[in-house]
């Protein structure tokens, strides 16, 4: 594997970490190593998982009280006039009746007018509000274990 990763890198591009579950995680420096190196991945046939990287990953968030009548592909036309480029416009709905609620959420390219647009207050001539995901708040679970006698 060493030998692999150094025909396809430089020694001084990457490290490894052996880990528990027999994977081997690999980190590199440089996104272009990180391009060379899934490249020859997929070349090569060779599994692996990767994590899409900061700089490429979709800016998130919800747009709220906009009727779900209105086409996703409408909202997308209205943000793009706004000076924001949208990957994904989706109508959310409940997770029980799995009826349309007036929520949407909107993935938006990367770039450096982003945040702007959590000061919009009408899209579509709708008062909206815009709001930022909310982190899931993961509670601690302790286990006991459990002793069995046989």
Do not use: W
């Given at each position: ?93 409940h997770r029980l009746t799995k009826g349309p609620l007036p929520l949407y959420f909107a ?21 909206i509000a815009v709001e930022a995901p909310r982190k899931k708040n993961y509670r601690t ?10």
């Open positions: 594997m060493l030998s692999y990763l150094t025909a396809t890198l430089e020694k001084e591009q990457y490290y490894c970490k052996a880990l528990s579950d027999e994977t081997i995680k690999i980190n590199v420096y440089t996104s272009d190593s990180y391009r060379r190196l899934i490249k020859q991945f997929q070349a090569d046939n060779v599994v692996h998982q990767t994590y899409q990287p900061r700089g490429e990953r979709a800016y998130r968030l919800f747009l709220r009280h906009i009727h779900h009548s209105i086409h996703p592909y409408v909202i997308k036309g209205e943000l793009e006039g706004l000076g924001h480029t949208a990957r994904n416009v989706l109508n959310i709905c993935d938006l390219e990367p770039r450096d007018n982003n945040k702007s647009i959590l000061d919009l207050h009408f899209l579509c001539n709708m008062k679970v302790h286990s006991v274990p459990i002793l069995r006698a046989y």
